[in-house]
């Protein structure tokens, strides 16, 4: 693996099992068997790796949600399964919660992330909309849109409640009201 792949895994995976505030350059480093020198090379600062993750994050989110799109039946079949697998990778997790929320809540009060984290959200909504067309092609472009943003709101607080309180009647909430949402005839 080259340097700056190595630097990039390295940093995504501290960054998902420590935090990006708590992740320092020098554990990057560490991880990565690389210099500073080569860090710098490839990178101007730990805020460009961060915007590497919240782009690799949301380019993940499409390649997850498209594979269920492939194997779903129904809109409804869909969120069943979509969820199904987030929740069966977050098992070996200690930060159980929508990665892209978990990094752009822990940097929302830097400024420079905000177009990043915007695009990174926009992105999925867009997936979203995709997988919703498979299934919904009777939907007018605002009911579309509409949905998909529901769908998410559902999916980001079911997520954080479940992470929260370890509950999985939370999760299983969750899937029911995204299943109601996505069945209304009327957008």
């Known amino acids: 693996m080259k340097p700056k792949e190595r630097i990039l895994e ?3 995976t501290l960054f998902r099992e420590k935090g990006f505030q708590a992740t320092g350059i020098s554990e990057i480093l560490e991880k990565a068997g690389a210099y500073k020198k080569t860090l710098y090379d490839h990178f101007k600062s730990k805020d460009e790796i961060g915007y590497e993750y919240l ?3 949301s380019l993940q989110q499409r390649v997850v949600m498209l594979k269920v799109l492939d194997k779903s039946v129904s809109l409804e079949d869909f969120i069943e399964k ?10 070996n997790s200690s930060r159980k919660d929508c990665p892209i929320a978990l990094f752009s809540g822990e940097v929302s009060h830097l400024s420079q992330f905000d177009p990043y ?8 909504l867009d997936t979203i909309e995709i997988c919703i067309l498979r299934f919904r092609s009777d939907l007018k472009q605002d009911g579309i849109k509409s ?3 529901e769908l998410y709101m559902l999916y980001l607080g079911g997520l954080r409640l479940y992470s929260l309180t370890k509950d999985r009647k939370v999760v299983e909430r969750m899937k029911e009201q995204m299943t109601s949402c ?3 005839k009327n957008r």
Request: hydrophobic share 45%; no cysteine.
């Open 10 to 12: 390295s940093s995504f």
């Open 55 to 57: 782009n690799y994050l």
């Open 82 to 91: 979509w969820v199904n697998f987030i929740l069966r990778n977050q098992r």
């Open 117 to 124: 984290r915007t695009e990174a959200i926009q992105y999925v």
């Open 147 to 149: 949905l998909s943003l």
């Open 182 to 184: 996505a069945s209304k």
